[in-house]
T-cell receptor, first 115, second 113 residues
Framework: AQTVTQSQPEMSVQEAETVTLSCTYD???????LFWYKQPPSRQMILVIR??????QNATENRFSVNFQKAAKSFSLKISDSQLGDAAMYFC????????????FGKGTKLTVNP | EAGVVQSPRYKIIEKKQPVAFWCNPI?????LYWYLQNLGQGPELLIR????????DSQLPKDRFSAERLKGVDSTLKIQPAELGDSAVYLC???????????FGPGTRLTVL
């Protein structure tokens, strides 16, 4: 079974600075998807960024980018120019392209942005 | 476009009482998911629907949990009877199909006393 590990329960960053959230995963599959979701206090999960395993190029969405290291099974999220609105729980998630295709989530990292 | 709607947002009940959660997915979304999110954890899938058919309910505790999706639109998740350990957030999500992005609702926070 696939597992997702987020080793940083909490992180903090100064406004306008850059922060990197770590995620590792375990799988025997070669083709899959990886995601970062943001969950603010309102509890609504919002997709931040998505990476297809077959793509070597790291995904980027505005201030959010990932460092995908397939051999190391590592998928970190970099947030540049951090804003107060970035404060939230961030979850890393894995999804197979076959089988049940369900999302497997890590335990999350709580990000605090200090003004 | 309206997002995924869930109600109620909060529910407090005594143990052994029944409780039900309602989810209205985004219009046109065929796939609907119910997730359980315990405190300090990521969501875990309880059940997935393709239209009105439950196609993955392996994680649903069937002795006390049940779900339905009548006419392939709205869905209801029920717990009867509720136990103290059921206190959690219950999230609903929907997607156009299994292979599309999942959109989440705001969840229902259940407290069982």
């Amino acid at each position: 079974a696939q597992t997702v590990t987020q080793s940083q329960p909490e992180m903090s960053v100064q406004e306008a600075e850059t922060v990197t959230l770590s995620c590792t995963y375990d799988t025997s599959e070669s083709d899959y998807y990886l995601f970062w979701y943001k969950q603010p206090p309102s509890r609504q999960m919002i997709l931040v960024i998505r990476q297809e395993a077959y793509k070597q190029q790291n995904a980027t969405e505005n201030r959010f980018s990932v460092n995908f290291q397939k051999a190391a099974k590592s998928f970190s999220l970099k947030i540049s120019d951090s804003q107060l609105g970035d404060a939230a729980m961030y979850f890393c998630a894995y999804r197979s392209v076959r089988g049940s295709e369900k999302l497997v989530f890590g335990k999350g990292t709580k990000l605090t942005v200090n003004p | 476009e309206a997002g995924v709607v869930q109600s109620p947002r909060y529910k407090i009940i005594e143990k052994k009482q029944p409780v039900a959660f309602w989810c209205n997915p985004i219009s046109g979304h065929n796939t609907l998911y119910w997730y359980l999110q315990n405190l300090g954890q990521g969501p875990e899938l309880l059940i997935r629907y393709e239209n009105e058919e439950a196609v993955d309910d392996s994680q649903l505790p069937k002795d006390r949990f049940s779900a339905e999706r009548l006419k392939g639109v709205d869905s209801t998740l029920k717990i009867q009877p509720a136990e103290l350990g059921d206190s959690a957030v219950y999230l609903c999500a929907s997607s156009l199909s299994l292979y599309n992005e999942q959109f989440f609702g705001p969840g229902t926070r259940l407290t069982v006393l």
